[in-house]
């Protein structure tokens, strides 16, 4: 494929923290490689796993649009709007963080391990109000991508401050999906779960690749997948 960059897992950062594994797509925190900053407008992928009983006080953030996808196991969030939820596999939490937000991310399991992506998009200005959504993809067909979010909030997706589509799509073996990146248009792919092919090329689960537009991506499942597409301005 033209325009193809591959992002191996085993390349990605990685920190074990002992209640916290996390490996890093792009630099964050101790792990810095000028070669991997973001992608676009996608500055942050943590593939994190929070063991029993952990996670993350109390702490700041502003100026981003920050997108917690719950692999498997519960996420107790708490944050300065009032905001007090305790999110589950399949919910995607869309928080803007904006002019200032303090929250804390915890793991409500006495027995059970949280799986999540944590996703960081840099907003389109500074200074937004600060707002909090969620939705659910636990019921959510399969064999199909789903946009979950989007700078308009149109098919139902989460209106976020960024030009910047989210497709998640669950795939059993054999599946097949296709998506059409139009002319100066990013694709950002990242292989959750399972192995796929995008066109012909194979990714399993920690890899991504990134893709530049006109190109249509096909995509087929080798194994049970979950992906997640980025469509970027």
Known sequence: M???????????????HGWLDSHHTFSF????????MGFRSLRVINDDVIQPGMGFGLHPHRDMEIITYILRGRLEH????????????????????????RHSEMNPSSDEAVHLLQIWIVPERRGFEPRYAER???DAAGGRLHLVTSHTGREDSLAIHQDADL???????????????????????????????????RLEAGDAAAITGPEDLALGAESASQVLLFDLA
């Open 78 to 101: 708490q944050d300065s709007m009032g905001n007090r939820r305790v999110i589950s596999t399949g919910d995607v939490q869309y928080m803007a963080a904006g002019t200032g937000i």
């Open 136 to 138: 659910s993809m636990a």
């Open 29 to 36: 925190a101790d792990y810095y490689d000028p070669r991997w």
């Open 2 to 16: 033209k325009n193809l960059i591959l992002r191996r897992s085993a390349e990605r950062g990685h920190a074990q």
């Open 167 to 201: 497709w998640i799509g669950r795939l059993q073996p054999g599946d097949a999906v296709t998506h059409r990146l139009a002319q100066d248009r990013h694709g950002w792919l990242h292989v959750a779960e399972g192995a796929i092919r995008l066109n012909g090329e």
